[in-house]
């Protein structure tokens, strides 16, 4: 008896560090782009949007339709160049696109199984024209967390995210080995996480994020290389690289955060990290040679 009741409270403990672990935090990355990323991105890599439309308080939205779905970017009226929303519907999305190993055309009991039970659940009612939508349930984490489901008929047809503070973003300085084994799992959607929207990588010239944050990482070779180049990449790095660490602060704009800079291969460069509302990301990489 006293076997299994040890067992069951070991059951207990590791199911609760499970659920504290795999959905606690907010997420910020949808479809490659991140919330609070310039709305000239979505152009940029989707192309004109096939619709546009904006609502009485302000708010707006472009729609791009792709093969077997759409994908919506929304933004307020306080700041209408920045991405305050994304979704993405309809009967599937690209590979890693989706929201944290759930994609469009998914059981919903497999976002349940993932992120635990919604903070509610209702029928689906139409943004624009206010109707409930028939056959379509409509799963809320935006009172834990950021991100809405919808279901049609038990399948994942709809995901989206908004701008939202993270509540886990106490770290009073970034977890730079825990950076480290993120960009070594080459796992986009985590590493997405640790890339600042306006991220900026400095050495001959200035390359920006054009596009969403995995597509550059993926098609822009500059900034791949920085990241993910075998001999002087990040993914690279071991703690003897490390030649200092500090805390910086800037004038230009004034900005507070933490420098690494890393001697790697004849190559020496820089890391800032700055914390933001959805925690401590990457701001920069100045490489002098």
């Not at 690209?94 to 055309?105: E, F």
Request: charged share 25%; with cysteine.
């Amino acid at each position: 008896m006293m076997a299994k009741t040890k067992a069951c409270l070991f059951l207990t403990v590791c199911l609760l560090l499970i659920a504290i672990n795999t959905y606690a935090d907010n997420i910020f990355v949808l479809y490659g782009f991140k919330i609070g990323q310039n709305i000239s991105t979505s152009i940029n890599q989707l192309g004109k949007p096939s619709k546009t439309h904006k609502f009485e308080d302000g708010f707006s939205y472009m729609a791009f339709k792709m093969k077997d779905h759409f994908v919506a970017i929304e933004f307020d009226n306080i700041k209408p160049d920045l991405i305050y929303a994304i979704q993405i519907q309809g009967k599937r999305n690209p590979p890693s696109l989706g929201l944290d190993g759930i994609d469009l055309g998914d059981p919903i009991v497999k976002a349940i199984k993932i992120f635990g039970k919604p903070d509610s659940t209702k029928q689906a009612v139409d943004e624009v024209t206010k109707k409930p939508m028939k056959d379509i349930v409509y799963y809320s984490y935006n009172e834990s967390r950021n991100f809405s489901i919808e279901a049609t008929k038990e399948i994942v047809t709809s995901i989206k995210i908004l701008r939202k503070d993270s509540d886990n973003n106490t770290e009073s300085m970034i977890d730079f080995k825990q950076f480290l084994s993120t960009i070594r799992s080459k796992d986009l959607n985590k590493i997405s996480r640790y890339i600042d929207t306006d991220f900026e990588f400095i050495k001959d010239q200035t390359y920006k994020m054009n596009t969403s944050i995995i597509h550059t990482l993926i098609n822009n070779k500059t900034i791949n290389n920085i990241f993910f180049n075998p001999d002087y990449g990040i993914i690279s790095i071991k703690d003897k690289d490390i030649a200092e660490s500090a805390l910086r602060v800037q004038s230009d704009p004034i900005i507070t955060g933490y420098v690494f800079k890393i001697k790697k291969s004849n190559i020496e460069y820089e890391l800032f990290f700055s914390k933001n509302y959805d925690g401590w990301v990457l701001k920069y990489i100045d490489q002098f040679r």
